[in-house]
């Protein structure tokens, strides 16, 4: 099993940051993927962002692109997704989420294990 806790949530004003960590712990070595999404308010979950375990495939939301960028420390298991010029419509609980699949182009964001959440709001 692997446990995922985020965390740097908060309020922001509209046009400012906010970095998001994700620590992973339990059987981190059988992680590959890992990713960001996100639940508004009335809302379903949606993808943010995700990377593979290299790092080297990554993909974003278009409502994110030139935003958000996502990266990760394996060493420290820990995911990260630093958001800047936020929107109110950002506003949402922000999901770290981990895959023990491979990255795979058509399958990158379906995930096996999920955290909590951290809210994030931003005012206009």
């Known amino acids: 099993q692997v446990q995922l806790v985020e965390s740097g949530g908060g309020l922001a004003q509209a046009g400012g940051s906010l970095r998001l960590s994700c620590v992973a712990s339990?059987?981190?070595?059988?992680?590959?993927?890992m990713g960001w999404f996100r639940q508004a308010p009335g809302k379903e979950r949606e993808f943010v962002a995700a990377?593979?375990?290299?790092?080297?495939?990554?993909n974003y939301a278009d409502s994110v692109k030139g935003r958000f960028t996502i990266s990760r420390d394996n060493a420290k298991n820990t995911v990260y997704l630093q958001m800047n010029s936020l929107k109110p419509e950002d506003t949402a609980v922000y999901y770290c989420?981990?895959?023990?699949?491979?990255?795979?182009?058509?399958?990158?964001?379906?995930?096996?294990?999920w955290g909590l959440g951290t809210l994030v709001t931003v005012s206009s």
């Open positions: 990377n593979s375990w290299s790092g080297d495939r990554t």
């Open positions: 339990g059987l981190t070595f059988s992680i590959d993927v």
């Open positions: 989420a981990a895959s023990i699949r491979p990255w795979s182009d058509s399958d990158y964001t379906r995930m096996d294990y």
